[in-house]
């Protein structure tokens, strides 16, 4: 138009650049740093660093992919730390007690499961807050994981199929890296393709209103909070075979912060409403190129959690500004 | 003669293509009420937001008692005296009178405190100057809603306001309480204040302003003193032409009492300790019965009740000749039946969902192919959803949240047209809808009693009871009067029985 102002023309002309920086903000972002850490070192580069960047992040990306409904129904799941630890003990109890692999391994998931059910139930049904409700959870948790595994470390070395999930490589890739990328397309699978993935977005952007459209939104709720909690207890059966041992405090203050930095950094509202796995996992690889990067540099541990923090807290900016 | 008070020069808006605002100009006097009205989308709202400093406009100024303006700067315009009451409330409800009043700029001492005695002097002043009573120090949530927007009248005064803009002030009174808010508008008017009252309401215009200014596709097409104007003329103007005739000709549709004969929804007796008593009524196939009433008698709750989203204590419920107990709201649409709530935003719409997705909220089992959504059934009975309503713009990939407020309650409706319900139950389908929307929704509500729905609507409007309705039933207090075929009564009839027992 001819009438526009050349301020209301600037105007425009900024709106629009963040209209198409906003979105892929994040990808920008990752490459961005990748051309930085590969110029400032080459050996950020090679495929040994890149497949350690990956496999860095498996056990984030797995509880990151599995708790995106959550925060896409508008809640939040701060137990998966302890919920970890707890899985990582049910598996090992498991094995020791002789049972077959497959069965333990669905005895430690059913474990994170059932605690994330009991949790959303709580929440779904009794109507509290999902973050009390998960902090008390991860207080629970992490008690009852204490009294089941001491403060021992429970050595796994004599079970090798249990030790190859986190150990294990097919063709010179972590076998835990494709129990990774299973359960990623998986959760991608169910959000864009099956009516739960529209059904959570619903709940999140209005709960009353799916309710008041025949929705069994509570049922709904407990499920994923119990989706959730299975994310946790198999990332923790895959770092107890990673490192062959369980021990009752894997899972320490701050995992929560990781996993809920990476699903806000993907663009799921913290609020609630429209969410996405796939961009949950940029959120993981950008948090896990960043970890990465900083330590081939050699950044000490105390200045990483600084600049960690102010990262997300300027791509959360970014990406706030684009929307 | 007097200066005016506020005076929008050839106020232009352009967004990319569209263009919001054309060359349009409005004028406020002392002591004038100016109906500014026109449909949704007509550029009420941009002109409104270029008043308030909320939007800058492309083209054109605007001129404050003589002097000229910044634009697109809130706080001056505040400063200057141009306040403005949104049909939402902006109050904080669990704060008290006072404090709303004068959140986020209490006068304070030397120190830094809130000056506590010097604040409640001034409110008390402005009270008394007005002629309003309010007690300073309840709760602003446990007010009614008409006494809220009392006090987002006196938070605009207390600002020393000259300028009042009143988006929709009457969206959510009942009847007895939009003629209070009118002795209000009244009182300041006498003081010299200059009010804008926008509202799709014409008895309200004609009621309580001077002079209306009547918008359209973003021009202002008309601009009148109240006296030298008539209804019909402004509907005219509003809608234009075509939509004139249609909304003229709906009110001579044949009307169908009892529909079929075949009885869908029977109550029988519904208690609801202390929300209604004894309700007994029977919802035929092919008609249209409407509920109406006061707010606050207890209609929306008895709609939730037969909707299964709350219980009856009790009475029983027959869909068919059955008798049901519905736990939930899943179960009545089992039973095909849906249910359009008042508030579309609270309770309706998934507004950052797409409209596809809102049209197909109701019905999502019926998308499925094993355990996948099929997008592509989904979006194809959404786009012949969207062609049949003319929901605009016909995008199903949008935002519901970009849409009009017509389009939006229309993408509502769809949602259960989508499931070609057997009895269709809606509380107040227009509010906040203009005229082409309401003359479009009543003609759905038609055809879909034309198919043999049985349709159910509540609505306080009187003149929309007497244009869909086929049986009409008064609710006062919890209580369900005659229903009676709608040929057989009249507005007076119907003012007298709601205002049987409310006195």
């Given at each position: 138009?001819?009438?526009?102002?050349?301020?209301?023309?600037?105007?425009?002309?900024?709106?629009?650049?963040?209209?198409?920086?906003?979105?892929?903000?994040?990808?920008?972002?990752?490459?961005?740093?990748?051309?930085?850490?590969?110029?400032?070192?080459?050996?950020?580069?090679?495929?040994?660093?890149?497949?350690?960047?990956?496999?860095?992040v498996v056990l984030i990306g797995i509880m990151a992919s599995c708790t995106t409904f959550v925060i896409?129904?508008?809640g939040v799941d701060l137990s998966v730390g302890p919920v970890l630890?707890?899985?990582?003990?049910?598996?090992?109890?498991?094995?020791?007690?002789?049972?077959?692999?497959?069965?333990?391994?669905?005895?430690?998931?059913?474990?994170?499961?059932?605690?994330g059910?009991?949790?959303?139930?709580?929440?779904?049904?009794?109507?509290?807050?999902?973050?009390?409700?998960t902090?008390?959870?991860l207080?629970?948790?992490?008690?009852?994981?204490?009294?089941?595994?001491?403060?021992?470390?429970?050595?796994?070395?004599?079970?090798?199929?249990?030790?190859?999930?986190?150990?294990?490589?097919?063709?010179?890739?972590?076998?835990?890296?494709?129990?990774?990328?299973?359960?990623?397309?998986?959760m991608?699978?169910?959000?864009?393709?099956?009516?739960?993935?529209?059904?959570?977005?619903?709940?999140?952007?209005?709960?009353?209103?799916?309710?008041?459209?025949?929705?069994?939104?509570?049922?709904?709720?407990?499920?994923?909070?119990?989706i959730s909690g299975?994310g946790a207890?198999l990332a923790g059966?895959?770092?107890?075979?990673?490192?062959?041992?369980?021990?009752?405090?894997?899972g320490p203050f701050g995992t929560e912060l990781d996993v809920i930095a990476a699903v806000v950094l993907g663009?799921t509202?913290i609020?609630?409403?429209?969410?996405?796995v796939?961009?949950t996992l940029?959120g993981v690889?950008f948090l896990g190129?960043?970890?990465?990067?900083?330590?081939?540099?050699?950044?000490?541990?105390?200045?990483?959690?600084?600049?960690?923090?102010?990262?997300i807290?300027?791509?959360?900016?970014?990406?706030?500004?684009?929307? | 003669?007097?200066?005016?008070?506020?005076?929008?020069?050839?106020?232009?808006?352009?967004?990319?293509?569209?263009?919001?605002?054309?060359?349009?100009?409005?004028?406020?006097?002392?002591?004038?009420?100016?109906?500014?009205?026109?449909?949704?989308?007509?550029?009420?709202?941009?002109?409104?937001?270029?008043?308030?400093?909320?939007?800058?406009?492309?083209?054109?100024?605007?001129?404050?008692?003589?002097?000229?303006?910044?634009?697109?700067?809130?706080?001056?315009?505040?400063?200057?005296?141009?306040?403005?009451?949104?049909?939402?409330?902006?109050?904080?409800?669990?704060?008290?009178?006072?404090?709303?009043?004068?959140?986020?700029?209490?006068?304070?001492?030397?120190?830094?405190?809130?000056?506590?005695?010097?604040?409640?002097?001034?409110?008390?002043?402005?009270?008394?100057?007005?002629?309003?009573?309010?007690?300073?120090?309840?709760?602003?949530?446990?007010?009614?809603?008409?006494?809220?927007?009392?006090?987002?009248?006196?938070?605009?005064?207390?600002?020393?306001?000259?300028?009042?803009?009143?988006?929709?002030?009457?969206?959510?009174?009942?009847?007895?309480?939009?003629?209070?808010?009118?002795?209000?508008?009244?009182?300041?008017?006498?003081?010299?204040?200059?009010?804008?009252?926008?509202?799709?309401?014409?008895?309200?215009?004609?009621?309580?302003?001077?002079?209306?200014?009547?918008?359209?596709?973003?021009?202002?097409?008309?601009?009148?003193?109240?006296?030298?104007?008539?209804?019909?003329?402004?509907?005219?103007?509003?809608?234009?032409?075509?939509?004139?005739?249609?909304?003229?000709?709906?009110?001579?549709?044949?009307?169908?009492?009892?529909?079929?004969?075949?009885?869908?929804?029977?109550?029988?007796?519904?208690?609801?300790?202390?929300?209604?008593?004894?309700?007994?009524?029977?919802?035929?196939?092919?008609?249209?019965?409407?509920?109406?009433?006061?707010?606050?008698?207890?209609?929306?709750?008895?709609?939730?009740?037969?909707?299964?989203?709350?219980?009856?204590?009790?009475?029983?419920?027959?869909?068919?000749?059955?008798?049901?107990?519905?736990?939930?709201?899943?179960?009545?649409?089992?039973?095909?039946?849906?249910?359009?709530?008042?508030?579309?935003?609270?309770?309706?719409?998934?507004?950052?969902?797409?409209?596809?997705?809102?049209?197909?909220?109701?019905?999502?089992?019926?998308?499925?192919?094993?355990?996948?959504?099929?997008?592509?059934?989904?979006?194809?009975?959404?786009?012949?959803?969207?062609?049949?309503?003319?929901?605009?713009?016909?995008?199903?990939?949008?935002?519901?949240?970009?849409?009009?407020?017509?389009?939006?309650?229309?993408?509502?409706?769809?949602?259960?047209?989508?499931?070609?319900?057997?009895?269709?139950?809606?509380?107040?389908?227009?509010?906040?809808?203009?005229?082409?929307?309401?003359?479009?929704?009543?003609?759905?509500?038609?055809?879909?009693?034309?198919?043999?729905?049985?349709?159910?609507?509540?609505?306080?409007?009187?003149?929309?009871?007497?244009?869909?309705?086929?049986?009409?039933?008064?609710?006062?207090?919890?209580?369900?009067?005659?229903?009676?075929?709608?040929?057989?009564?009249?507005?007076?009839?119907?003012?007298?029985?709601?205002?049987?027992?409310?006195?």
């Amino acid at each position: 138009m001819s009438t526009e102002s050349p301020v209301a023309q600037g105007h425009t002309r900024r709106a629009r650049l963040f209209r198409v920086l906003g979105p892929n903000a994040l990808p920008i972002a990752i490459l961005v740093l990748g051309v930085i850490f590969a110029v400032a070192q080459p050996a950020f580069l090679t495929a040994d660093n890149l497949i350690g960047i990956v496999r860095q992040v498996v056990l984030i990306g797995i509880m990151a992919s599995c708790t995106t409904f959550v925060i896409m129904t508008g809640g939040v799941d701060l137990s998966v730390g302890p919920v970890l630890a707890f899985g990582g003990l049910v598996a090992f109890f498991c094995l020791n007690a002789g049972w077959p692999l497959a069965l333990v391994i669905f005895a430690g998931t059913t474990s994170g499961f059932a605690v994330g059910l009991i949790s959303g139930a709580v929440i779904a049904f009794a109507g509290l807050p999902p973050i009390i409700v998960t902090l008390a959870a991860l207080s629970i948790v992490r008690g009852a994981a204490l009294t089941i595994g001491g403060t021992d470390q429970h050595l796994i070395n004599s079970w090798p199929d249990y030790t190859f999930i986190g150990s294990g490589m097919i063709f010179g890739v972590p076998f835990s890296i494709f129990i990774f990328a299973v359960v990623a397309l998986v959760m991608i699978f169910i959000q864009k393709r099956t009516p739960l993935g529209l059904l959570v977005a619903a709940i999140g952007d209005n709960e009353r209103a799916a309710y008041l459209s025949g929705h069994r939104t509570r049922l709904t709720k407990m499920l994923v909070y119990g989706i959730s909690g299975f994310g946790a207890a198999l990332a923790g059966i895959i770092q107890t075979a990673q490192v062959h041992t369980a021990i009752a405090i894997y899972g320490p203050f701050g995992t929560e912060l990781d996993v809920i930095a990476a699903v806000v950094l993907g663009g799921t509202s913290i609020m609630g409403g429209r969410g996405s796995v796939a961009r949950t996992l940029l959120g993981v690889f950008f948090l896990g190129i960043v970890n990465d990067g900083m330590n081939i540099l050699n950044v000490s541990v105390d200045i990483q959690l600084i600049a960690k923090g102010i990262i997300i807290a300027c791509a959360l900016g970014l990406a706030a500004r684009g929307n | 003669m007097d200066r005016p008070l506020i005076r929008g020069i050839d106020l232009t808006k352009v967004y990319g293509d569209l263009v919001a605002l054309n060359t349009a100009n409005l004028t406020v006097m002392p002591g004038e009420v100016r109906a500014l009205i026109g449909s949704n989308g007509a550029g009420k709202s941009t002109l409104i937001k270029i008043l308030t400093g909320a939007v800058t406009p492309t083209l054109g100024k605007v001129e404050i008692e003589g002097e000229y303006a910044p634009l697109g700067d809130p706080r001056e315009m505040i400063r200057r005296g141009v306040a403005c009451i949104y049909q939402h409330s902006n109050l904080a409800p669990a704060m008290s009178v006072l404090d709303n009043i004068y959140l986020g700029r209490q006068p304070t001492s030397h120190l830094g405190l809130v000056a506590v005695k010097r604040q409640r002097q001034a409110a008390r002043a402005l009270l008394d100057r007005h002629g309003i009573t309010l007690d300073l120090d309840v709760a602003v949530g446990s007010l009614s809603t008409v006494k809220q927007k009392e006090v987002e009248i006196l938070k605009a005064l207390a600002l020393e306001a000259r300028v009042i803009l009143m988006d929709e002030p009457t969206g959510w009174l009942s009847a007895s309480e939009v003629g209070k808010l009118h002795a209000t508008i009244r009182a300041l008017k006498d003081r010299g204040v200059g009010i804008v009252y926008i509202s799709h309401m014409l008895d309200e215009i004609f009621a309580v302003c001077d002079t209306v200014t009547v918008m359209r596709d973003g021009k202002v097409i008309a601009e009148s003193a109240v006296v030298d104007i008539d209804r019909p003329r402004v509907v005219h103007l509003m809608v234009g032409e075509k939509l004139a005739r249609e909304s003229e000709q709906a009110g001579q549709h044949k009307r169908r009492p009892r529909g079929t004969g075949e009885v869908r929804l029977g109550a029988r007796r519904l208690s609801k300790h202390g929300v209604f008593t004894d309700v007994s009524f029977d919802l035929y196939a092919g008609e249209i019965l409407c509920i109406t009433g006061l707010i606050g008698s207890k209609r929306t709750e008895l709609l939730r009740t037969l909707f299964g989203a709350d219980r009856f204590d009790a009475g029983t419920l027959e869909i068919e000749g059955k008798r049901v107990s519905l736990s939930s709201p899943r179960g009545a649409i089992a039973h095909g039946m849906g249910f359009l709530p008042e508030d579309r935003h609270r309770e309706g719409l998934m507004l950052d969902l797409s409209t596809n997705e809102n049209l197909a909220m109701a019905t999502l089992s019926r998308f499925r192919s094993g355990i996948l959504l099929s997008a592509r059934r989904l979006s194809k009975s959404a786009r012949l959803m969207i062609e049949a309503l003319s929901i605009q713009p016909p995008d199903g990939n949008r935002a519901v949240r970009l849409l009009s407020g017509g389009n939006q309650q229309k993408t509502l409706l769809g949602k259960w047209l989508t499931l070609s319900p057997r009895i269709i139950i809606l509380d107040e389908p227009t509010v906040g809808v203009d005229v082409g929307a309401k003359a479009e929704i009543y003609a759905i509500l038609r055809k879909e009693r034309d198919r043999g729905a049985a349709v159910l609507v509540v609505s306080s409007d009187l003149e929309e009871v007497l244009t869909v309705a086929d049986r009409i039933a008064v609710m006062v207090s919890g209580r369900l009067g005659d229903v009676r075929d709608a040929e057989a009564t009249d507005i007076n009839a119907l003012v007298r029985e709601i205002g049987s027992q409310a006195a």
